[in-house]
């Protein structure tokens, strides 16, 4: 299956899309004016100690302090040595420090840290709707075929590289290498390399920490100490490796920059890039922008009729599976289920990578019930999943047909990247209808019939809610002008939101009082 990296690259946005097969795996934006700080190195300082929670916010010279974990603080009396030797990722799990074999534990959070304490740390996850960045004082610094890891001393193995010859001899060359305490992750696309590399690899990771701690000397908290590469140059880091068919850029600017990287440091890919030169934009010539739009929108369609509703709130994210049109063809209703549910494992797996869906996830399959069906899809679900690089726990598949599981969050989904709450509903989905404004309109007439002279009241409201008034609510408007003795002069005002009114007394100049949210 051929497997391919676009790069639209703009002045105001570069996108990332990763084909496999002709179907976008996964997506990954940009902006200049927001650029994602996952990875960068700050020396912060500690503002707040919280024994209850067992972290600390420190300021890294973000609008919002950065939320420091006890897990990820670094103990001054401990080393972590004996860990596991291989990764499931090829980039190190940034936050809680190494994972071992055996339970860590940690000393209280107000033993290690103070109020006014200077840190250095790393971001891990990126600010996410009202939350500041997440980090950790586990730093590490990913290199092409490596990631070191100057807080540990530890060689890891992508869990990726299955050849038992080759994890000794990568490891070897590793600990020949090594000049410094820190420690190393392997990565797969590492496999075959020489050891050349890996030793230009690891002195370029050891200078770059050693500025970094130059840095930290000389320069007041808070301050940036380091800053990862862009989005471009990330890609061509962590994702383009020998099985990689092609790399296609349709920025004149970066394709050279990027030919230049790669000619210097990956010569045996460099005829796999490609500059687009076509007359439809890169991204509409993949369908890529069709591909984007639908995954905006809740619903997903499946080959065989039936959808997906993925419905994501900041708690949590649901998806719902439904037959739609799907009919079955064995006159089996619990085939024709099982047959949907296994249909949808596989979209849903696609659909977690493609729109970044993180943190915690109800699926509702459709209810089937015999067992061994549940059992099937459940592992289906587990095997889809197994290729996702984010972390994900998944737990087995209740009698009501839900599966409870998380996965990593790292950065907004692709929904909060390029979508804000309604302006209209405040992010409800929903508005209050025509009838409701209305009412509410009435009690605040009544409440101003009280305390204003004026003999007429002039209601300004949306024109769906003017024509119901002068509709169907007619009776009940003329019933309200004799109950208050005012004569009320509706107003007609495309300019107002469904939910917004404004009543002034006297005429549209005199005084008076707003409902709803205003104007547009």
Sequence with gaps: MSLEILINATREETRVAVLEGNQVQQLLTERAKDRGIVGNIYKGRVVRVLPGMQAAFVDIGLEKSAFLYVGDVLDPEKRYEDVVGEVAEEEPDRGGGPRGRQRRTFRPIEQLLKSGDDVIVQVSK??????????????????RYLVFMPAVRHVGISRRISSDRERRRLREIVDTLATTNGGYIVRT????????????????????????????????????LHMDLDLTFRAVRDLFTTEVDRLVIDAKAQYE???????????????????????????EYFNIEAEISRALGQRVWLKSGGYLII???????????NTGRYVGKTGSLEETITKTNLEAV???????????????????????????????????????????????????????????????????????LHCEPCRTCDG????????????????????????????????????????????????????????????????PDRDLYIEAYQIHGGGRGGGGRSGGRGRR
């Design 126 to 143: 990126e600010p996410i709707s009202t939350k500041g960045p997440r980090v950790t004082m586990y730093v590490s610094l990913p290199g």
């Design 189 to 224: 696309v590492s496999s075959g390399v020489p050891e050349v590399e890996f030793a230009a690899d690891m002195a370029f990771l050891e200078l770059l920490w050693a500025n970094i701690l130059k840095k930290w000397q000389y320069l007041s908290a808070p301050c940036l």
């Design 257 to 283: 920059r990027v030919v230049e990287f790669v000619n210097t440091y990956l010569p045996s890919v460099a005829e796999q890039v490609f500059h687009y030169e076509g007359e439809a934009p890169l991204f």
């Design 311 to 321: 419905d994501t709130t900041e708690a949590l994210t649901v998806i719902d599976v």
């Design 346 to 416: 596989k979209e849903i797996a696609h659909q977690l990578q493609f729109r970044n869906i993180g943190g915690i996830i109800i699926i509702d399959f459709i209810d089937m019930d015999e067992a061994a069906n549940r059992e099937r899809v459940t592992q289906a679900l587990q095997q889809a999943v197994a290729q996702d690089k984010a972390r994900i726990n998944l737990y087995r598949m209740s009698d009501l047909g839900l599966v409870e599981m998380s996965r990593q969050r790292k950065r907004e989904n692709l929904q909060q």
């Design 428 to 491: 409800r989905g929903y508005t209050k209808s025509p009838t409701t404004v209305i009412y509410e309109m009435f009690r605040e007439i009544r409440r101003m019939a009280r305390t204003v002279p004026a003999k007429q009241l002039t209601v300004a409201v949306h024109p769906a809610v003017a024509d119901m008034l002068m509709g169907e609510e007619r009776g009940n408007l003329a019933a309200l002008e004799d109950e208050v003795r005012k004569e009320l002069v509706v107003q």
